[in-house]
């Protein structure tokens, strides 16, 4: 049920959890349009649309004071685990080991993250 709550959240619908992912409390209608009105240039009445989109879809909870604060279902670092095995699905048929070497070969990696990712493997053993 949580994936599929994960998988029909939009692009635009992410903006809207990453500014409250970051102010790390519930935020209110307003304070939602103020921000994402100067970050992204939207209309107050495109924020409000995509807030209640989020809300239908139960990724985002409406607390029922006055005023009505907003705060998320969905946590930051799952959103990212769930994003990271769809992306490795879609491109490299479930092979992380396929992205990694995707990674290698088009010298996104420098000797520091290679290091990096080296000990986390080790870690792991």
Not at 63 to 77: G, H, N, T
């Amino acid at each position: 049920m949580y994936s599929e709550i994960l998988s029909k959240i939009s692009d635009a619908e992410l903006r809207v959890l990453r500014l409250l992912w970051q102010e790390k409390r519930p935020l209110t209608m307003a304070e939602m349009r103020a921000a994402l009105t100067s970050q992204t240039g939207w209309e107050g009445s495109t924020v409000k649309t995509f807030v209640y989109r989020l809300v239908e879809k139960g990724a985002l909870r409406a607390d029922k004071r006055s005023p009505v604060q907003y705060a998320p279902l969905v946590d930051e670092a799952e959103y990212g685990q769930y994003a990271t095995g769809a992306l490795i699905d879609k491109l490299y048929g479930g092979s992380a080991k396929n992205l990694i070497a995707a990674l290698v070969s088009a010298k996104s990696l420098d000797d520091a993250d290679l290091d990096e990712l080296r000990a986390m493997f080790k870690v792991g053993e």
